[in-house]
């Protein structure tokens, strides 16, 4: 059983940061492309930010320029540094990691954007 753990959701206010973090196992982290799904009530969960083994990504265009998705290899981890934010942004947001023996998704964290 593959566990991505999730962290750093919380509650700020429109404007405001927050950064995400998905923590993976070693050998899944070093060979799959990760990534950060949002879903929000009454919508389809969709594609944020990505990030591949070559470090290339991939931006939803309502966060370019807002979002940065980056690996922190001493710890596994993979972060999502969230700026200028809306309250659009507001969502559960899961981690993903995609790679050649199947996907896994943490357990959601829940971001909220509200004054």
């Known amino acids: 059983q593959v566990q991505l753990v999730e962290s750093g959701g919380g509650l700020v206010q429109p404007g405001g940061s927050l950064r995400l973090s998905c923590a993976a196992p070693?050998?899944?982290?070093?060979?799959?492309?990760m990534a950060w799904y949002r879903q929000a009530p009454g919508k389809e969960r969709e594609l944020v930010a990505l990030?591949?083994?070559?470090?290339?990504?991939n931006y939803a265009d309502s966060v370019k320029g807002r979002f940065t998705i980056s690996r922190d290899n001493a710890k596994n981890t993979v972060l999502l540094q969230m700026n200028s934010l809306k309250p659009e942004d507001t969502a559960i947001y899961y981690c993903?990691?995609?790679?050649?023996?199947?996907?896994?998704w943490g357990q959601g964290t829940q971001v909220t954007v509200s004054s």
């Open positions: 070693r050998s899944i982290y070093i060979t799959y492309a």
């Open positions: 990030i591949r083994t070559g470090d290339d990504t």
């Open positions: 993903k990691a995609s790679g050649p023996y199947g996907n896994y």
